[in-house]
């Protein structure tokens, strides 16, 4: 894969800050916004369990999730449209690791809140009713308008970060 690609999808995980996550139950399909972080080839989120994509995606072994940056112009639409699944993160560590990452990328909220945003292990939940839950994408496709040919290639994550 080119550096100028790689470069390119490596500023895209680090400064898009909303995975939009789309899960269906009995047909009907949904789409959810989330804020998210990147760890280990996978993204993380809060959300409240009882929520309506993590109530569907539960119920599916395959959901779907795609970041894209924003752009006024149609040849410099660029970013991620993947499938996999969604899991609830218990391990303390991680959870811990991912906290701080998530507070990191989403400076506001300790501006807000402070320092027991960290220091608190459940201060999501406490605040907004909310878990860390993990897409742990299984196909990733990167597509990229700006190329004059394959504007849609398979990628592995492993390669790029």
Known sequence: MEKEIKDKARCLIRETRVLTLAVSDNDIPWSSPVYFVFHDNAFYFFSNENSRHIQYAKDQKII???????????DQIFGFQMSGGVEKV??????LTIVKKYVAKFSFLKQIFGHQIIENKHFFLEKFKSHLYCFHPDKI???DN???TDK??????????
């Open 146 to 148: 700006s190329r004059t």
């Open 152 to 161: 849609r290639i398979k990628i592995d994550l492993n390669k790029i970060v």
């Open 90 to 95: 218990s391990k303390k560590k991680l959870y």
């Open 141 to 143: 496709f990167l597509s």
């Open 64 to 74: 779907s999730a795609s970041i894209f940056q924003d752009s006024d112009r149609m």
